[in-house]
């Protein structure tokens, strides 16, 4: 039997943030097992989301859910236990992201079957935040945020482009067909670099299954999409320095970022047990120190918000593609794929993760630069 004091407290704290046990609202929780409690007070994050996924409960609008609980600052009100805190330290007593273990989130999460990321994105395949300012659907939005980063990036025919973390080419196949460039993309995924070759075919755009520290050869521009969130704290400044390194004195560097507005050193524990291991996202404050003395910040645009668009279109397609995707993924993975979605978005909405592009310079432009929305 569940400890009734345990219970009391998810209660209490359920309520602080407008939402009710076994409540009405599409946003309640329904308890299907009491053990529930237990692991919500001791494990936190991990506890929520693995309860998730064992059955043991459920909303009708699990983004909902998140979004209250995190606006409301609950994740602050649970202690965790000596288990997650350990597996946390090791974020920072071992550089989780080096270069020997780069290759890790290629092979757990990128490589999960070209099939399902086929359907679940946009038809050029951005697994990354959508541009909804004028847009009325996913692929325009995205389409619209590929026009937005090559017009920051301020690109002409014949520039060479490299791109950190270039996923299966949209960048590269978007810039090489309307702005006449040659991209050098780098992914460690190979899955990815499979499908990438062939849907650029053609197209002066070259996928590398490497590390980004390997790179060390000069271009025009530079643009790493979604990429820096599997690079660690430890390794901002190598991060910027190699990029540093690569970039033409004159050049610019677009860098598109999920960031959070507090200087963390680790991921939560569910996220990197089940989605994206050794996963961090960055503070501006980080970035900024890590970038001192390698780059001049020229534009810093935030539109996290509309990464809850994007991944509420990413779950629709998801579900709505699950019958053909079912016999080669099982259930329990359809239940940990929909709760990575769409505790996602509430984050978004709930503003707790960010969105950022900066453009970056080595030396300043000469005049200044025009932001560009």
């Known amino acids: 039997m569940s400890n009734q004091r345990e219970k009391s407290l998810v209660r209490d704290l359920l309520e602080f943030a407008g939402v009710e046990l076994n409540g009405k609202r599409p946003w309640d929780i329904q308890v299907h097992d009491e053990r529930v409690y237990e692991r919500l007070v001791s494990e936190a994050e991990l506890g929520l989301g693995e309860s998730y996924m064992a059955g043991w409960w459920a909303a009708e609008k699990v983004d909902e859910f998140i979004f209250r609980i995190l606006r409301a600052d609950l994740q602050d009100k649970v202690k965790r236990n000596f288990n997650i805190l350990l597996r946390l330290a090791a974020f920072r007593l071992t550089n989780m992201q080096k270069k020997s273990r780069a290759f890790i989130v290629g092979r757990r999460h990128y490589d ?53 973390g270039c996923g299966w080419g949209a960048f590269g196949k978007y810039a090489a067909e309307n702005y006449g460039v040659e991209v050098v993309g780098l ?22 299954l490497q590390d980004y520290r390997e790179t060390d050869e000069k271009f025009d521009a530079i643009v790493s999409i979604g990429m820096i969130e599997h690079v660690g704290y430890k390794n901002y400044r190598d991060y910027f320095a190699v990029s540093n390194r690569c970039l033409n004195e004159d050049g610019l560097f677009l860098l598109h970022a999920i960031g959070s507005p507090r200087s963390v050193r680790s991921t939560d524990a569910w996220t990197h047990k089940y989605i994206f291991p050794n996963g961090m996202l960055p ?48 259930e329990t993975f359809f239940k940990m ?17 960010q969105l950022w592009q900066f453009v970056l310079s080595k030396k300043g432009v000469l005049g200044g630069y025009r932001s560009i929305r």
């Open 337 to 353: 794929w929909k709760y990575f979605l769409l505790s996602s978005a509430g984050a978004f909405r709930a503003r707790s993760n």
């Open 112 to 164: 999960l079957g070209n099939e399902l990321f086929t359907k679940m994105l946009d038809r050029r395949m951005n697994y990354s935040c959508a541009y909804w300012k004028d847009a009325g659907n996913l692929d325009a939005a995205q389409e619209d945020k590929l026009k937005l980063v090559c017009e920051k990036l301020r690109l002409e025919p014949g520039m060479k482009v490299l791109d950190i």
């Open 283 to 330: 503070s501006v404050a980080q970035l900024a120190k890590a970038m001192e003395g390698l780059f001049i910040m020229e534009d810093l645009h935030n539109f996290g918000a509309d990464y809850d668009k994007t991944l509420m279109a990413w779950y629709d397609n998801f579900s709505k593609s699950w019958d053909s995707l079912k016999e080669a993924y099982g």
């Open 187 to 208: 992914t460690v995924s190979r899955e990815q670099v499979a499908l990438g070759r062939e849907m650029c075919k053609g197209l002066p755009v070259e996928f590398r």
